[in-house]
């Protein structure tokens, strides 16, 4: 599931104090483990991801306790199988009970602006985070005239748009892939004259050609 959320989920660079936290990883996980720990294994129905251009929705079969919408700041969290929620808590998957929609609500903000999310207890348990900027891969990349239409392409134009400084090794840690692969994809770039480097590594810039 976390992997089919990283084909086609943005991953924003964010740093809390002096460390960085992995928005998408943190953020999903939590829901990616709730799917798992509190669905109810008797249903045959499956859980469920849905990526839509304005939401995302996470379902699973559920035995209510609450009906209706969760509201977080007001609400007593419950294990819904037991045995289950210790072994995920024993082998590091998931934080205690509860802890994963305080992460979510804490760091969604910063994961994509104007967010919201709903969390709504019933037959099915549903998760909906309502999305006012887009934050599937490739909603934001660049073709420039045809001349780039791949996906690592349009992302290093996007990133280069909004940091002209921006290096190597950071662009890497944010699209999640090498650095030789950023180098082979700025070259490719470069010869097609989209892209390319002001000055030296150190104190210089990047500039996209139109």
């Known amino acids: 599931m976390m992997s089919f959320i990283e084909k086609h989920l943005n991953n924003p660079f964010y740093i809390e104090g ?5 928005l998408r990883t943190t953020i999903f996980r939590e829901l990616v483990a709730n799917i798992i720990t509190h669905r109810e294994y008797l249903s045959p129905v499956p859980g469920i991801i849905n990526l839509f251009s304005d939401k995302i929705e996470f379902t699973n079969p559920n035995n209510p306790i609450l009906f209706g ?4 700041k007001n609400f007593m969290p419950i294990a819904k199988n037991p045995t289950i929620s210790r072994l995920m808590l024993q082998m590091g998957r998931v934080e205690e009970v509860g802890s994963g929609m305080r992460n979510i609500y804490k760091y969604l903000p910063h994961y994509a602006k104007n967010s919201k999310v709903k969390f709504i207890d019933g037959e099915i348990f549903s ?3 309502e999305l006012k900027d887009e934050i599937l891969l490739g909603t934001k990349e660049i073709n420039l005239s045809g001349k780039t239409s791949g996906k690592t392409s349009g992302k290093i134009l996007e990133l280069v748009k909004a940091n002209k400084h ?3 090794p950071e662009m890497a840690l944010i699209i999640g892939i090498t650095e030789r692969s950023i180098e082979r994809n700025i070259q490719k770039l470069s010869k097609r004259n989209i ?10 810039f990047w500039e996209i050609i139109k």
């Open 18 to 22: 002096t460390t960085r936290i992995n």
């Open 69 to 72: 919408k969760i509201d977080p």
């Open 127 to 129: 998760t909906i985070i």
């Open 166 to 168: 921006i290096t190597i």
């Open 195 to 204: 892209l390319k480097r002001i000055g030296p590594a150190k104190g210089g």
